[in-house]
Nanobody, 124 residues
Framework: QVQLVESGGGLVQAGGSLRLSCAAS????????MGWFRQAPGKAREFVAA???????LYADSVKGRFTISRDYAKNTVYLQMNRLKPEDTAVYYC??????????????????WGQGTQVTVSS
């Protein structure tokens, strides 16, 4: 089992920045990569970014150039730095991790472990 705890959400004005953190604990040796997803009210969950422990990363087109995913291997923590935030970035952001998969994925069904979510609200 892997436990994921997100932090860092909040309310910010458009154009501002936030940094989300996701601390992983438990059987983290099975988590070759980790990802961030988000879900806005009335919308489906969508992929935001993912990173492997070797540093390879993927981004959704909607956040490329504005968001940066990074990881601290020693702390088993993944970060999502969000810059130039837009109102359409408003959502609950979830950290997620796979169970033993070794190919980075953008599909939510490839992730078995999920955090509780953290709210990000961007005002216009």
């Amino acid at each position: 089992q892997v436990q994921l705890v997100e932090s860092g959400g909040g309310l910010v004005q458009a154009g501002g920045s936030l940094r989300l953190s996701c601390a992983a604990s438990g059987r983290t040796s099975s988590t070759y990569f980790m990802g961030w997803f988000r879900q806005a009210p009335g919308k489906a969950r969508e992929f935001v970014a993912a990173i492997t422990w070797t540093g390879m990363s993927l981004y959704a087109d909607s956040v490329k150039g504005r968001f940066t995913i990074s990881r601290d291997y020693a702390k088993n923590t993944v970060y999502l730095q969000m810059n130039r935030l837009k109102p359409e970035d408003t959502a609950v952001y979830y950290c997620a991790a796979p169970d033993g998969r070794d190919t980075i994925s953008v599909g939510g069904n490839e992730y078995e472990y999920w955090g509780q979510g953290t709210q990000v609200t961007v005002s216009s």
